[in-house]
């Protein structure tokens, strides 16, 4: 775990942001390599520790069984989205913080075996979990306007119909290489360009295959019921995807929305703020983008909860 390449990003940051002490019972809600578990853990705190990736569990077990008698590190091997049914089951019902650290890891992106990304050819899978629907299962079967429509929401891809009438048109595909040279085709990719037109199509097709918005929803609402009063959340995304349904589920749960235009009528909140108003959003600065340049899109928003009930679970997740 010591020897991984993974750099936590924002480490100081989102550890200012949940302030642990001695005692506090912390989620870390995805893993990886565990950067800021051990921070946390060098704080005093017990960390649960969850992700869905074999191999992350696999490798922090190794750790854990180091722990002694009665270790602070308490890994489950589940989806985040899943974390209140496994804390309940864990006997706990209230922790003093969360952490979530959204997409995929260093870890992931660099093993080619992986499928996520097409800097090296590999197995087009893209599967953090490593069982279900891999990324070529779904390119191969589904049809021109499914395919269309995952990379125009999930990728931003505007020409989204043109690169899915190219994946069509190229079945069967079998590595991320291939994929790659077709989106670049359809694109009209030349060698040199600042951002490589492949990487809206990766980032749709690997949200889609994991279902991660879905996730990051279900465990923000997990969050607002498992955090007690004073409880700290904070969240560090990498698009804006992410970021904005981070900003608004904490806006809602603040009761702090945009103001009504003039013409409308103020409307009442339907319940009491959960949590503060969110902190200001905190971004890479110089040394930690000299550190690490892929924290270069990241954006960390953290959040107080308050002593008001947890809204309903289908407002949490309608927010």
């Given amino acids: 775990m010591s020897g991984s390449p993974h750099i936590p990003v924002l480490l ?3 550890i200012a942001a949940l302030n642990p002490k001695p005692g506090s019972v912390i989620i870390d809600a995805t893993f ?8 946390l853990l060098d704080a005093g705190a017990t960390v649960h520790g969850f992700d869905r990736d074999p191999d ?13 008698e009665n270790p602070r590190l308490v890994l489950h091997a589940r989806r985040f989205s899943e974390m209140l049914d496994a804390m309940q089951a864990s006997g706990v019902a209230a922790v003093d913080g969360v952490v979530m650290d959204i997409g995929v890891s260093s870890m992931q992106l660099d093993q080619a075996a992986r499928g996520f990304a097409f800097s090296s050819d590999g197995p087009l899978d893209m599967r953090m979990s490593q069982s279900g629907e891999t990324a070529a299962d779904f390119l191969n079967t589904a049809n021109e306007a499914t395919i269309a429509d995952v990379l125009y929401e999930y990728g931003e891809e505007r020409q989204s119909r043109r690169v899915a009438r190219a994946i069509v048109a190229a079945r069967p595909l079998e590595t991320t290489g291939q994929l790659a ?4 085709k359809a694109l009209g990719y030349h060698p040199g360009a600042p951002k490589d037109p492949a990487t809206r ?10 279902g991660e918005l879905d996730e990051l929803a279900a465990a923000l609402s997990a969050s607002e019921a498992l955090l007690k009063e004073g409880g700290r959340l904070a969240v560090v995304s990498f698009h804006s995807l992410e970021d904005r349904i981070v900003k608004r ?3 809602d749960a603040a009761n702090a929305g945009a103001a009504p235009s003039r013409h409308m009528p103020n409307i009442a909140p339907t319940h009491a703020a959960t949590f503060a108003k969110p902190m200001k959003a905190v971004r890479p600065g110089k040394v930690e983008l000299a550190r690490n340049p892929r924290s270069r899109s990241a954006v960390l928003r953290a959040a107080v909860r ?4 947890a809204r309903p679970e ?6």
């Fill in 56 to 68: 992350a569990i696999a490798a922090a077990r190794q750790w854990e069984e180091t722990a002694g």
């Fill in 314 to 319: 289908t407002e949490r997740l309608s927010a």
């Fill in 249 to 251: 589920f904490m806006r």
């Fill in 181 to 184: 040279t077709v989106v670049r």
């Fill in 306 to 309: 308050t002593a008001a009930p």
């Fill in 32 to 39: 990886g390599a565990g950067g800021y578990s051990r921070a």
């Fill in 12 to 14: 100081d940051e989102v």
């Fill in 201 to 210: 199509s990766f980032q749709a097709i690997r949200i889609h295959v994991n």
